[in-house]
């Protein structure tokens, strides 16, 4: 069974920095493709990142640029997410997801997310 | 930035026929992806590659792409089929959501 868990979500102040890890089993973790995904409270979701099967090919939406890094470690089967430089913004349940081994195959598993609050 | 639009709400009674659209410039070039959202929990994949379901999605729910829209569609609509619903698609290596739309089975 595919499992993805979150942890490492939190409140803090603006300003501040956070690491969010996601461990997952039941899967070839090597070979997909990962993202990160938040939902602010009432809102839908916005993708925030994705990191390719090796690392070596990292994306960003524009308004998490310069201040996100995503990365993973395939031997621990792990998905992290350095988030610095925190805004009010930020605040949001943050999903890890994988991708679809196929093209254009879509998101296919999801966390139950992470909470992060940014607040003073 | 590449954007998708959806309608906020849509209405359907219990046994008909629902539809979601979604538009987006050329987005018929590009495939589309749906997701259902129930309240407290995660997404769900319901559809990929514009009209592929994945195992265990119901066959109720269909999908097309064409021209600038996208089109998920729910035959014979159930009340358990009311949740959020979101299109997505690709932008170069980026992904790119829908604002969503809220279904309601009344």
């Known amino acids: 069974e595919v499992q993805l868990v979150e942890s490492g979500g939190g409140l803090v102040q603006p300003g501040e920095s956070l690491r969010l890890s996601c461990s997952a089993s039941g899967f070839t973790f090597s070979l997909y493709w990962m993202n990160w995904v938040r939902q602010a409270p009432g809102k839908g979701l916005e993708w925030v990142a994705n990191i390719k099967q090796d690392g070596s090919e990292k994306s960003y939406v524009d308004s998490v640029k310069g201040r996100f890094t995503i990365s993973r470690d395939n031997a621990k089967n792990s998905l992290y997410v350095q988030m610095n430089s925190l805004r009010a913004e930020d605040t949001a349940v943050y999903y890890c997801?994988?991708?679809?081994?196929?093209?254009?195959?879509?998101?296919?598993?999801w966390g139950q997310g992470a909470l992060v609050t940014v607040s003073s | 930035s590449y954007e998708l639009t959806q309608p906020p709400s849509v209405s359907v009674s219990p046994g008909q026929t629902a539809s979601i659209t979604c538009s987006g410039d050329k987005l018929g070039d590009r495939y589309a992806c749906w997701y259902q959202q129930k309240p407290g929990q995660s997404p769900v994949l319901v559809l990929y590659q514009d009209n592929k379901r994945p195992s265990g999605i119901p066959e109720r729910f269909s999908g097309s792409n064409s021209g600038n829209t996208a089109t998920l569609t729910i035959s014979g609509t159930q009340a358990m089929d009311e949740a959020d619903y979101y299109c997505q698609a690709w932008d170069s290596s980026t992904v790119v959501f829908g604002g969503g739309t809220k279904l309601t089975v009344l």
């Open positions: 997801v994988r991708e679809m081994v196929a093209v254009a195959g879509g998101l296919d598993y």
